[in-house]
């Protein structure tokens, strides 16, 4: 389970049966779940870089006739 940092203090349940009051400034192993179900900004992943994006564009040049 990933760890996460807690910013509001919320009621969750890491299993869907079971709730637990997640208190803010708290840092805490939170499961996939709870982590999909948690309220917007409740919580944010502590230790994971940002992924990184890798541009794939291709430019080609082509020649449109009028």
Do not use: W
Request: glycine share 8%; aromatic share 6%.
């Amino acid at each position: 389970m990933p760890q996460c940092e807690i910013l509001e203090t919320f009621k969750g349940s890491q299993d869907g049966r079971f709730t637990t009051t997640f208190h803010a400034g708290t840092t805490v192993e939170v499961s996939e779940y709870l982590i999909a179900c948690a309220p917007k900004g409740a919580l944010r992943r502590v230790g994971e870089a940002a992924p990184v994006v890798e541009n794939k564009a291709t430019i080609t040049a082509t020649s449109r006739k009028k």
